[in-house]
């Protein structure tokens, strides 16, 4: 019997993407060759509930080295030998090909049993115009707002990088375009062609899927512009019937897949992250200070994160806050600011901003670092800034910072001494650091529910430290915990003073 995989069976409109280039004199190799798929069978140690991530759209990609950065290119892979090359599959076929030869369990066997339909809402090229600048070239449908989508499509700063990837919002919908730079000789086109693909759907969360199709449709538009047929082909099987009204289509996780996510102390919309080493080399690129954007992200404030092109990796630094704050118990967070990321945004995207509450975001246009009022906190490379006197406080690390970042690190030493003593290579980094912060939040949150249920409702130095938290270093961010998730009938002991 053939495994199935996560990826879509091949239809009419998919094409086996090619290994070429752009171009042959474009930059260096593009970001998606270490970033198809992460182990598909991966599973957690010391305890860690096993759980798969999803594989991307083509052949799987072992784990990844860390760059010298950590996170400054995207991952690479290692010197696993490689999955045997896709073969085409008739469109009538229900099979479909395995992620990794060496996987004997199916993803619907580990993964939660939580599927969404595929939604395309819209299929689009935008191009660059030596006059006009960036503009919409062709989309279906022809009566879809786009407005603004060219800026998305591709980001300020493009033209220094040969290929890219961005998610992005568009009113109530998520997209994710691939953007390429192929060179020409041509005087009207000034030496370079430059195009972006991209789609439209109600949710992020299986974007992923199409990176490969994408890919391959931006080379196929610079190579042969106005050949639109697959395009029209893929919108045709995957558009969405969406309810007619259009309102409140932004999706996350639908609430029904909450019992099922924490068996398994994941949340679908974990699924969005296909490459391998995405959530280790964000964490390793901040180092310690991780746990300064944790506590950030835990507090649901509004953070923008600036990066030159390439926009794709900082897309999965928005991913990665994310994932910082998941928490999975029942009630909690119901009434705190949902922690909405919006991806990459431009100056279009002021306006929206102004009206959140808590979000996260990367940029590559550096002005929005003088709109002050927009963000909580400003990330500019390794550098969280924020102009709030209230929060400059919480980027001091305390000593449980440090000894959490330490105790992460040796799990993260273990893991990989595993994978090198016993072979194990489905192992995840990415299982271990997800459930390092998901079990930490629920620490937090099961002790303040236990001291809010007992008989003297106070928080005194050792139910802090029962949270994971020091009791002096920690104490403003408890007192904003607090607030902002309602937790307003607890006391706090006099003995939790500033150090």
């Not at 068996?263 to 310690?288: D, L, V, W, Y």
């Not at 897309?315 to 118990?329: E, F, K, P, Q, T």
């Not at 800034?385 to 799990?411: H, M, V």
């Not at 650091?433 to 629920?442: S, V």
Request: charged content about 25%; aromatic content about 10%; glycine content about 6%.
């Amino acid at each position: 019997m053939v495994e199935r995989s996560d990826r879509a069976p091949l239809l009419d409109w998919e094409e086996i993407p090619s290994t070429e280039k752009p171009g042959d004199g474009a930059p260096a190799a593009s970001p998606a060759e270490g970033r198809q798929s992460s182990p598909s069978g991966s599973r957690g140690t010391a305890g860690c509930a096993g759980f798969g991530w999803s594989s991307g759209p083509e052949d799987a990609a072992p784990p990844c080295r860390s760059e010298a950065d950590g996170c400054s290119a995207p991952p690479a892979t290692s010197g696993a030998p490689p999955a045997a090359p896709e073969r085409e599959l008739p469109p009538d076929k229900e099979e479909r090909l395995s992620d990794s030869g060496a996987r004997e369990v199916s993803l619907e066997d580990r993964m939660v049993k939580w599927e969404e339909k595929d939604q395309i809402v819209s299929v689009f090229v935008v191009t660059f115009n030596t006059r006009t600048g960036n503009m919409l070239e062709w989309c279906l449908p022809k009566d879809m707002d786009l407005e603004g989508v060219e800026f998305k499509a591709i980001a300020s700063g493009s033209h220094r990088v040969s290929t890219d990837f961005i998610y992005f919002r568009k009113g109530h919908y998520f997209g994710l375009a691939c953007f390429a730079n192929m060179p020409v000789e041509s005087t009207e086109e000034r030496g370079a062609r430059m195009k972006s693909v991209g789609i439209l759907s109600p949710s992020y969360t299986l974007l992923y899927r199409y990176m490969s199709f994408l890919e391959h449709q931006v080379r196929l538009q610079l190579q042969s512009p106005g050949h639109y047929s697959p395009l029209e082909a893929f919108y045709e099987d995957k558009r969405a019937l969406l309810p007619p009204s259009g309102q409140d289509v932004v999706i996350a996780f639908p609430a029904n897949a909450w019992g099922a996510a924490i068996n398994h102390s994941m949340h679908p919309e974990m699924k969005i992250t296909h490459p391998a080493g995405c959530m280790s080399q964000f964490i390793r690129f901040f180092g310690e200070h991780i746990m300064v954007l944790w506590k950030l992200a835990l507090l649901r404030r509004r953070i923008l994160i600036f990066s030159p092109p390439p926009v794709g990796v900082v897309c999965y630094r928005v991913y990665g806050c994310c994932c910082l704050a998941n928490i999975s118990i029942p009630g909690v967070g119901v009434a705190v600011p949902e922690f909405r990321p919006f991806f990459y945004v431009n100056v279009a995207d002021i306006s929206a901003l102004e009206n959140e509450l808590s979000y996260v975001a990367c940029t590559t246009e550096k002005i929005f670092e003088e709109k002050k009022d927009l963000y909580d906190v400003y990330v500019d490379n390794q550098n969280v800034k924020t102009y709030r006197d209230g929060l400059k406080p919480l980027l001091r690390l305390s000593t449980a910072d440090k000894e959490k970042y330490r105790k992460l690190t040796e799990q993260r030493q273990m893991l990989l001494y595993s994978q090198e003593e016993n072979g194990d290579c489905v192992s995840s980094e990415e299982d271990l650091f997800i459930l390092f912060f998901l079990e930490q939040n629920n620490r937090i949150f099961q002790t303040l529910s236990e001291v809010a249920g007992s008989p003297d409702p106070t928080v005194t130095q050792d139910s802090v430290r029962a949270m994971g938290l020091d009791p002096h270093g920690d104490r403003l961010f408890l007192l904003h915990l607090l607030e902002i998730y309602g937790y307003d009938s607890l006391l706090v002991s006099e003995q939790l003073c500033c150090s």
